[in-house]
């Protein structure tokens, strides 16, 4: 049974920093591409970062210099590394896993950033 579960949400205050974990099994995780999605509230859901089995990572150009997403392939866990947060990055987040045309999604964790 495949699971990704996430943790790491929270109330943060704008400029502060934050690290979303998303902890896979039941698959294969170095072989699958990673990554996290975000959908804040009244809006479409969208890609924050995603990183490749072969460790290259992209990035929303909304994050870039701001947002991080490492893997560690032992630990079978992605992370999102948030710093400088703003309220518009306000939303809940969404660990993926892609190989091919299968898809696995977490159930989400909420980062409200506020004062």
């Known amino acids: 049974q495949v699971q990704l579960v996430e943790s790491g949400g929270g109330l943060v205050q704008p400029g502060g920093s934050l690290r979303l974990s998303c902890a896979a099994s039941?698959?294969?995780?170095?072989?699958?591409?990673m990554g996290w999605y975000r959908q804040a509230p009244g809006k479409q859901r969208e890609l924050v970062a995603r990183?490749?089995?072969?460790?290259?990572?992209n990035y929303a150009d909304s994050v870039k210099g701001r947002f991080t997403i490492p893997r560690d392939n032992a630990k079978n866990t992605v992370y999102l590394q948030m710093d400088s947060l703003r309220p518009g990055n306000t939303a809940a987040y969404y660990c993926?896993?892609?190989?091919?045309?299968?898809?696995?999604w977490g159930q989400g964790t909420e980062v409200p950033v506020s004062s």
């Open positions: 993926t896993a892609h190989l091919g045309a299968l898809s696995r």
């Open positions: 039941g698959i294969i995780f170095s072989i699958y591409h």
């Open positions: 990183i490749t089995s072969g460790d290259t990572a």
